[in-house]
């Protein structure tokens, strides 16, 4: 379900778009390695030796945890029923790590042509777009913490993690959005609610899939910000930005935000795509030429 038409401007694809409530998404995991070459795993660990040193007396944190990268993806009906809320989005995934994460997706783009995105690690990320109760649009502008799109206009979150993985196989992709939200911003998930996954796309900058997600919350976005001052994992952004959940305050906004990442940009098109149709998404999309 690639979308083409008028899509040009935007710095993703989109894989899947709609409104998929907790029951309505899957997450099955298949434990073969990624597929690789000793060609491509060597250059993968040179990658990654070369970001280890550029981290050394900077603030970026660098370590190798065990992530989940995207297999395979597809919308099903559940219950023979016909219309969008029988639809089911079912995600395959597979085990991988950051270290192959940074030598491929993030800083070895160069190997695509060569071997293809299907050998590329691919960690699902897995953030969120917040609608305050003031009705606006809340992200997190990024800090120099992070090991890449610093300084950027993100989503909040971070990615699936082998230990979103329970000790029954099942994979619970709310759970790793909804951890993320309280490290990052002192949410509890109790208080995400209208909680949906919207859909996936994969950035045409680093090819990276991201399933992305909406919630409403009974904040103001000043009280957000409050929250987030206050938040464990508050570092990882430099400040909370805001735009109003009005159709013609989205593309204003991506011009005028300074740096921001295809996520945000993605994110920002799903949600006015599901708020307002394709009589808005198409229009603007062509403004962004």
């Known amino acids: 379900m690639i979308m083409s038409t008028g899509m040009?401007?935007?710095?993703?694809?989109?894989l899947a778009c709609g409104w998929f409530r907790p029951d309505k998404v899957r997450v099955r995991f298949d434990a073969r390695p990624r597929p690789s070459?000793?060609?491509?795993?060597?250059?993968?660990?040179a990658e990654w030796q070369r970001q280890l040193r550029l981290a050394q007396g900077t603030n970026r944190v660098l370590f190798n945890g065990e992530?989940?990268?995207?297999?395979?993806?597809?919308?099903?009906?559940a219950g023979g029923g016909s219309g969008a809320d029988e639809e089911v989005f079912e995600l395959t995934v597979g085990p991988t790590c950051y270290r192959d994460f940074v030598g491929t997706n993030l800083f070895g783009g160069r190997h695509l042509s060569k071997y293809g995105w299907e050998m590329f690690s691919n960690a699902v990320g897995t953030t969120a777009t917040l609608l305050t109760v003031d009705n606006r649009i809340c992200y997190g502008r990024r800090s120099d913490r992070v090991s890449f799109h610093a300084a950027h206009v993100h989503t909040f979150g971070g990615a699936l993690e082998a230990a979103d993985r329970a000790a029954d196989g099942s994979i619970d992709a709310f759970a790793s959005v909804a951890r993320e939200l309280t490290e990052e911003l002192g949410l509890s998930r109790r208080e995400l609610s209208e909680f949906a996954c919207v859909g996936m796309i994969?950035?045409?900058e680093i090819h990276q899939p991201e399933m992305l997600f909406?919630?409403?919350?009974?904040?103001?976005?000043d009280e957000l910000y409050r929250r987030w001052d206050e938040a464990e994992a508050c570092d990882e952004h430099?400040?909370?930005?805001?735009?109003?959940?009005?159709?013609?305050?989205?593309?204003p906004f991506i011009k005028s935000c300074?740096?921001?990442?295809?996520?945000?940009?993605?994110?920002?098109f799903l949600h006015g795509r599901l708020a307002w149709g394709e009589?808005?998404?198409l229009p603007a999309a062509d403004q962004l030429n």
């Open 238 to 251: 430099d400040d909370i930005v805001s735009l109003a959940n009005e159709p013609d305050a989205i593309v």
């Open 8 to 14: 040009g401007a935007l710095p993703f694809d989109i």
């Open 37 to 45: 070459t000793a060609e491509l795993d060597a250059a993968i660990e």
């Open 67 to 77: 992530l989940l990268r995207y297999v395979g993806h597809a919308i099903q009906r």
């Open 202 to 204: 994969r950035d045409k």
């Open 279 to 281: 009589e808005w998404f």
């Open 214 to 221: 909406e919630a409403r919350l009974n904040l103001t976005a």
């Open 258 to 268: 300074g740096l921001i990442a295809p996520v945000a940009i993605g994110a920002l």
